[in-house]
């Protein structure tokens, strides 16, 4: 068989920020609308500053209002809930997002809570979780959002009856994409720990989608021939070459074992490049849309 295709999540991603551009500069001149994006980071993550930074160059770059507020470590709960609070109110802001994780001592479920669902961009609060599992319009956790829109590109617009294989329950990933693929018809199957051979789970699957966070956990024989496989897993591993590796340089891989699985899937997500791109500007779309419901538009 031949080497499955590679699916170009970066791509797709810079497809998908020039559409949300497009579609500010619509909502500007038409309604007078500019979709804002407010974002909090609180203490010094050096990850979290990353994807902060990210997401606010991002956001401007498609010419929305982007505002950045940073608090420190020991910012007490109240005060994070008031800065959320006062951006609930702030009718220049559509989508506020708080950067997980929080530092310790500060309850992040309560923060994501106290989000207005209207507005919650990272579509985590439980008001969105409860609309996406009742099929009714919410704003979707952005990374399942991002894989769906990678299906779509692979296999077409109709998923309708496939058999999907989801690895991995959180509600950040594994249950969010789990309720998008039963809305797009497919047969859906949630693995997680306790399932019992995993192996055979995945080899049903037309589509498998590795949520699970440890490196190369799927290996090549656990994939049906020709199924598309989306790898959402970044997992930081030592380089294979020793002298690499002894100088304590890593790279990016997967939960999918890539190198073997390419040669066994019809189409599949490298790490990085795949999934990754698609959380940010699948943000920006979650921020447009809610501009648009905000606005009546
Ligand atoms: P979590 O740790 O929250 O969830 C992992 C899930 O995997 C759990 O449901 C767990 O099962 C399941 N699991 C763990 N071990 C096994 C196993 N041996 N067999 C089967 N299932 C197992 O992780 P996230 O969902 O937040 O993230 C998953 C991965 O995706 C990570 O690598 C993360 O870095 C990456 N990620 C990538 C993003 C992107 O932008 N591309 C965005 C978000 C995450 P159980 O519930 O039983 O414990």
Redesign the pocket.
């Known amino acids: 068989m031949s080497e499955a295709k590679l699916i170009d999540g970066r791509a797709a991603a810079d497809s998908l920020r020039s559409q949300v551009a497009a579609e500010v500069a619509e909502l500007r001149a038409r309604f007078g609308v500019t979709p804002g994006l407010a974002v909090v980071l609180v203490g010094e993550d050096p990850a979290s500053q990353v994807y902060v930074r990210s997401k606010g160059e991002q956001s401007l770059a498609a010419g929305m209002h982007s505002v950045t507020h940073r608090l420190s470590a020991d910012t007490p709960q109240d005060v994070l809930i008031g800065l959320v609070r006062s951006l609930n109110a702030d009718p220049a802001i559509h989508g506020i997002l708080v950067q997980m994780p929080l530092p310790q001592g500060l309850d992040e479920k309560a923060v994501v809570e106290a989000i207005d669902p209207d507005k919650d961009v990272d579509g985590l609060h439980v008001v969105n979780a409860g609309r996406l599992s009742q099929g009714l319009a919410s704003l979707s956790p952005c ?1 399942p959002l991002g894989c769906m829109i990678l299906l779509r590109q692979t296999l077409g617009d109709d998923l309708s009856g496939l058999r999907a294989v989801v ?4 509600i ?3 249950r969010p994409v789990a309720q998008l693929l039963l809305q797009a018809d497919c047969t859906v199957t949630i ?5 019992r051979d ?1 192996a055979a789970v995945c080899r049903e699957a037309d589509i498998l989608v590795a ?4 490196p190369r ?1 799927i290996p090549g024989d656990w994939i049906r021939p020709g199924a598309t496989v989306i790898d ?4 930081r591993v030592p380089f294979d070459d020793p002298a690499k590796a002894a100088e304590g340089r890593t790279k990016l891989v997967g ?1 999918v074992d890539f190198k073997s699985a390419r040669q066994v899937a019809g189409a599949i997500t490298p790490v990085p490049n795949g ?2 791109p698609m ?1 940010v500007a699948c943000l920006l779309a979650n921020t447009v849309t809610a501009a648009r419901r905000i606005h009546g538009i």
């Open positions: 990374t690895v991995g329950r959180s950040l990933v594994g693995a997680h720990s306790r399932t995993l949520a699970v966070g440890r956990m959402v897993g970044i997992n939960d999934v990754g959380t």
